[in-house]
């Protein structure tokens, strides 16, 4: 099936709406919560246990699956649902936010962006043509345009070079893509926190006609009331028809704050990163499983939590498990905060079908914070 987008239904209150976005690996509906799989796997967990936790979408990174283990080989094995054996949706970031990370390993020119490589000090130049011809060999559903992940703080000047820098990546990644009917290629809206610069980016990319259309550049270190700005001023100009990606976040707080602002996609490694380091979401907020606190905790990470860990182990447990430096730990946390923010998402889906969406953001808040 070719990609499209289909809105289904918009909270009476607020901007929070529903919708399904058909690909050819099948659909997901939105809002959604993409878990994320950098190097073709969410860390510490199966994709058959992502299915059980109900993922419809996952999230791989082109930077480090063009350095390992190389998108030819990817592209032999039948392309990367193939190769992680993943038969639901996936979207390919291009590279854009290494642009940012890995900046002491990088130099923007006219002809791209040149990587060392983090692994064994290569060279390699990253641009539209390269970013598009990997992302077509990597044959994931959705892939981005190749962008400029502007830094925080920045300066109006930069921030103003850096977006005019995605505009032109953008019509060049859209040039040079190959697969039209088969992938759908998203615009990313850059411009830091200025809002005159991100008007102008979203209207530019909105005249190129993308699939869909991505916000990129936030949370990266500035306050959340800059953020939820910017989307507040993004919200009415990108087209209503078109799926919204806000990239990279986040908290359970943001993603709300996402959700009443007409966002339809989020990403972040906070959920299996946080797990990894023994801490854990719960609707009374985080704790972090290895405080001596929870050396005698018999109780469930929350007690309300359906997943399979707090079905079966106490807090306890997982802290002797963390303490002793064994997997089954961290795998169990990881799959808590994944089913968390996934339960998240599917109330939010049913509160906006309610019209009640501003009550359950309200009612999870109270709780969480």
């Known amino acids: 099936m070719s990609f499209k987008f289909e809105l289904l239904n918009q909270d009476a209150n607020c901007s929070a709406r529903l919708g399904k976005v058909y690909t050819k690996n099948g659909l997901f509906n939105t809002p959604i919560f993409m878990p994320v799989g950098t190097q073709g796997t969410v860390k510490a967990i199966s994709p058959r246990e992502l299915k059980e936790l109900g993922a419809e979408i996952i999230l791989a990174n ?50 791209g962006v040149t990587f060392q490589s983090h692994i064994d000090g290569s060279y390699h130049l990253f641009n539209p043509k390269k970013v598009i011809e990997i992302q077509n060999a990597l044959n994931a559903d959705i892939i981005m345009c190749f962008d400029e992940c502007t830094p925080y703080p920045t300066t109006y000047e930069y921030a103003k070079k850096s977006a005019e820098i ?12 190959k697969k039209v009917n088969t992938q759908a290629l998203f615009g990313i809206v850059q411009g830091s ?10 209207m530019q990319l909105i005249e190129m006609d993308f699939q869909g259309y991505a916000i990129g550049g936030l949370s990266v270190g500035e306050e959340k009331p800059i953020m939820y700005k910017i989307l507040n001023i993004l919200n009415p100009i990108l087209p209503q ?30 959920p299996t990163r946080n797990a990894r380091n023994g801490m854990v979401f719960t609707r009374n907020g985080k704790l972090v499983i290895r ?45 808590h905060n994944l089913h968390f923010y996934l339960q998240i998402i599917n109330k ?14 309200k009612d999870f808040l109270a709780t969480y914070n």
């Not at 919204?244 to 972040?268: A, H, K, N, T």
């Not at 939010?348 to 953001?361: G, P, S, T």
Request: positive net charge.
């Open 241 to 270: 028809n078109k799926p919204r990606y806000l990239m990279g976040v986040g908290s359970p707080e943001d993603i709300l704050e996402g959700i009443e602002q007409g966002i339809d996609m989020f990403d972040c490694v906070m």
């Open 348 to 361: 939010a889906r049913k509160a906006i079908i309610e019209n009640r969406y501003l009550e359950f953001k």
């Open 62 to 111: 082109t930077y480090h699956l063009y350095l390992r283990p190389g998108h030819k080989l990817i592209e032999k094995a039948g392309g990367l649902h193939k190769f992680i054996s993943w038969d639901r949706p996936i979207l390919t970031d291009s590279g854009g936010f290494q642009v940012m990370s890995l900046a002491k390993l990088r130099k923007i020119d006219k002809n």
């Open 291 to 335: 405080n001596a606190i929870y050396k005698q905790d018999l109780r469930p990470i929350d007690d309300q939590c359906t997943c399979y860990a707090c079905k079966n182990f106490s807090r306890a447990y997982i802290r002797h498990l963390f303490n002793v430096e064994e997997i089954l730990g961290l795998r169990l946390t990881t799959i």
């Open 193 to 202: 926190i200025y809002p005159e610069l991100r008007i102008q980016n979203a």
């Open 166 to 177: 995605t505009i032109k990546w953008a019509r060049e990644c859209k040039q040079f893509h």
